[in-house]
């Protein structure tokens, strides 16, 4: 495993911990790694000394007692504050024109996701009317389940492309 994969690994594993003590973590591993190639190791050979990753990412986190437990939604909750917090803080540190069309894009994004939804919502009405007239009604309540299904479909994968485009525009590194 490269110095860079090694990293990446370990700060995914990590979020759990605050930033900060992430990147405390982060910055006494690559020093440690660094240290290692001076003394004529590889950079395979100097992570392989730190043992199995998982084990070393559970001792990381004994110490500072957290187990390895599901993420709770006040987990996810705190998440996305924190990704919030950053996005305000990215925006207001922008200078005006670049706001403007950060704000412009973000609005042309939300335009399209709801043109890209008109043609599958007037499909789902004529399915959903043509069903219930073949089947004299009898499963009328069906097409409320499948209405309710297909909005939730559409409202996280809107979601998840407004927040893979809040997060390439804001933090790609480029």
């Known amino acids: 495993m ?11 594993k990590l ?24 003394e004529g190791k590889s ?5 392989a000394d730190f043992g199995d990753f998982d084990e070393l990412v559970k001792s990381i986190l004994a110490a500072y007692h957290i187990d390895k437990k599901p993420p709770t939604m006040e ?8 990704f919030i917090n950053k996005v305000t ?6 200078e005006s024109g670049q706001m403007v069309s950060f704000v412009v894009e973000l609005v042309v ?14 499909l789902l009405r004529l399915t959903g009317g ?6 004299w009604g009898l499963f009328a309540p069906l097409k409320g389940v499948f209405n309710y ?3 939730v479909i559409y409202v996280v994968i809107s979601v998840y492309v407004i927040y893979l485009f809040v997060n390439k525009r804001l933090f790609s590194k480029d």
């Open 43 to 47: 950079e395979e050979e100097a992570i």
């Open 75 to 82: 987990d996810y909750f705190q998440s996305f504050l924190r």
């Open 130 to 135: 043509l069903f219930t007239a073949v089947t």
């Open 109 to 122: 994004l939300i335009i399209l996701l709801r043109i890209i939804n008109l043609p599958f919502h007037l």
């Open 15 to 38: 979020r759990i911990l605050e930033e900060s003590e992430v990147e405390g973590i982060i910055n006494e591993y690559s020093y440690h790694i660094d240290q290692k190639i001076r």
């Open 2 to 12: 490269t110095k860079s994969n090694f990293i990446k690994k370990l700060s995914e």
């Open 149 to 151: 299904i297909f909005e």
């Open 89 to 94: 803080e990215k925006i207001m540190a922008m």
